[in-house]
């Protein structure tokens, strides 16, 4: 069984400030790291799936790490703007999937 | 337009109605997964399915049945839906087991 954790529950940051979000999971019996961007209203969409000890993916300002053998993964967001207001979850899978419960992301401008 | 679609989107029923909520999608993915949300909870893993005619349960099954009989659709079946199954629900797909899913729009059930 995994369980997924995600710290800080909710963030408030001003335009362009830098931030960072933590997802925690047991490192045994893991195929797959996932994390999903989720609007207000919308369905979740696909950001990063990373599966290998040290991965890094990128895609604009948003940057994630994986590090399988602590059970850990960092999405990183640099230069935040009003439209990454979100809720950001992570996700990890054997067979099944367990999602962590999110961290809210409120950008200012 | 690759897609997963759900029907119905919104739907208010009584307790011990069986109702079927629809989920099929046009990507030829194997992996297929039905998902609940609920407040505070986030998204539960209901069932889950690797390919036509294996499925598997996920983390909260109990009151729920799914078949898999093609490949593109993956229905979610609530046989005596009770209020504690008043949720937002979401069907998602993908290529494999370790891909990224693509989510259906929801469907929201309240069961009263």
Redesign the interface.
Known sequence: ILNVEQSPQSLHVQEGDSTNFTCSFPSSNF??L?W?RWETAK????L??M?LNGDEKKKGRISATLNTKEGYSYLYIKGSQPEDSATY?C?A?N????????TRLTVKP | EAQVTQNPRYLITVTGKKLTVTCSQNMNHEYMSWYRQDPGLGLRQIYYSMNVEVTDKGDVPEGYKVSRKEKRNFPLILESPSPNQTSLYFCASSFTIAGEQYFGPGTRLTVT
Not at chain 1, 43 to 46: D, G, I, K, L, V
């Open positions: 195929y797959a996932h999903y369905s979740p969409e696909a990063f799936v599966t979850l996700a899978n067979n099944d999937m367990r999602f962590g419960a999110g």
